[in-house]
């Protein structure tokens, strides 16, 4: 037996059934289906809430990476007096400023370089095991080790005294670890198996450095000297046979160099920042998203928070700073801006807020007034850091959204279980009165067989 209908959505639903020819499980489908659209929607909006989410995060990882570039502006180092040395021949003096040092120049003749004490040996491969000491210092040396072999486990001694250094197969040259005039004894070697035996004549003791700073006579153990010049590090690398070298000691300068990368990490940080939100209040939502990633597209377009937060970003960097001389009152004075307008339109660059930097407008705004310019910056960072924050900080408005969003997942989550949870048993229901449905209607339609069956067997005998 069978027939058909219209579902609820105008298509034709086939019934067929044992007993009452229906197709039950396509009426209980169709049944569950209407009840399922309110958890799809649901589901739907929650997956649009986790996109937006991680959206939102991003957006704020990145607001506080700026707030963290801008905090660099603060620190009053940034801005301290640096001083540079140079020297005339670095080759032969090199200088370096290891603290304050005082300004001026200064003449470094270098008469003796500082050497380590030196021995040679001829070296032997041992046909047997052979020990041999070296300062007090053992070392095992197998039968048939080579020169290398030996130096190499000398030289990986971190205790020991001296290096090896192996000239050719047959020689050994070791030098003491340390520079400087040799007293006594030194370099004392112990073999009994001969795989070491000295070069007579090429010991060398160690000596100092030997050196004359504007006519003053020093002596160093080392080649690298501290006390020559207070504040000052000099390497010696060769005599000055040829006069002596000029060390310059320059006054204490703010360093623009340093500045300007800054600057341009902070204004690489901030278009990148600008472009991304830009990108999310511009785009709009897909007409017909299919899945959750889809979804969360254009979910903050046209966001009246980051609107407001980009327009005060970008105010910022260009509202003067009350207190402070119009000359050097907010970062275009130093050269921070969107760029000049080109024939009279302004650039796409700057309609959208995309910040460049002017290095030589930099170097000089500091070059010629340092401190106006450190007291702007720090002024500023302090402004603009509050500004963002505001938004992207602890309790601002992007966290307090995010939280937000979260609990709203979570709401969501215990209802669509919730709501599963009631479909199942309205599921089981249903299924549960249609096998009754089908079994009522199979043993009446076995009675109806039976009365059947009997009416003609009365009417068959007569009866």
Do not use: C, H
């Amino acid at each position: 037996m069978s027939s058909s209908g219209l579902s609820t959505n105008g298509s034709t639903i086939q019934f067929s059934g044992l007993a009452s020819g229906l197709n039950t499980s396509e009426i209980i489908k169709a049944l569950l289906a209407a009840e399922r659209v309110p958890v799809t929607r649901l589901t739907n909006q929650q997956e649009k809430l986790i996109g937006q989410q991680g959206v939102l995060s991003t957006l704020k990882s990145n607001l506080q990476s700026l707030t963290f570039s801008a905090f660099e502006f603060e620190l009053p180092s940034l801005f301290e007096g640096v001083q540079s040395v140079t020297s005339s021949e670095p080759s032969r003096v090199s200088a370096t400023i290891s603290s304050g040092a005082g300004v001026g120049g200064y003449e470094v003749e270098v008469t003796q370089l500082a050497n380590s004490a030196q021995r040679s040996f001829a070296f032997t491969s041992p046909a047997a095991e052979d020990t041999l000491t070296i300062d007090g210092r053992e070392y095992a040396v197998k039968a048939g080790a080579t020169a290398k072999e030996l130096a190499a486990k000398i030289n990986s001694d971190g205790k020991g005294t001296v290096y090896a250094a192996v000239q050719g197969e047959g020689t050994i040259v070791l030098s003491s670890r340390t520079t400087g005039a040799t007293e006594g004894e030194f370099i004392a070697v112990t073999d009994a198996g001969e795989t070491l035996v000295e070069k007579e004549g090429t010991a060398k003791a160690g000596r100092n450095a030997e050196y004359k700073v504007d006519g003053v006579a020093g002596s160093s153990t080392s080649n690298t000297v501290t006390e020559a010049i207070p504040g000052v590090t000099l390497t010696f690398g060769a005599l000055t046979t040829a006069g002596a070298v000029t060390i310059a000691v320059q006054p204490p300068q703010t360093n623009v160099t340093t500045i300007e990368k800054q600057v341009e990490s902070f204004v690489a940080l901030y278009n990148t920042t600008i472009e991304e939100i830009e990108t999310q209040l511009s785009t709009k939502p897909l007409a017909n998203p299919q899945t959750g990633e889809e979804r969360a597209v254009g979910s903050l377009f046209g966001d009246s928070t980051l609107q407001n937060l980009v327009s005060a970003m970008r105010q910022s960097m260009y509202e003067s700073i009350e207190g402070l001389p119009e000359e050097m009152s907010s970062p275009l004075s130093l050269g921070i801006s969107t760029g000049a307008a080109t024939g009279g339109k302004s650039s796409q660059a700057a309609l959208q807020g995309v910040l460049k930097l002017d290095p030589a407008k930099l170097a000089k705004a500091i070059q010629e007034n340092p401190e106006a310019a450190k007291t702007m910056m720090q002024k500023w960072a302090t402004s603009f850091k509050k500004t963002v924050e505001a938004v992207s900080g602890p309790g601002g408005a992007l966290t307090a959204r995010i939280e937000g969003d979260s609990e709203q997942v979570r709401e969501m989550k215990v209802r669509i279980a919730t709501m599963n949870d009631m479909i199942e048993v309205r599921q089981r229901a249903l299924e549960q009165t249609y096998a009754q449905l089908e079994a009522i209607m199979s043993r009446n339609s076995a009675q109806s067989s039976w009365l059947s069956s009997q009416t003609s067997q009365l009417e068959k005998s007569g009866l």
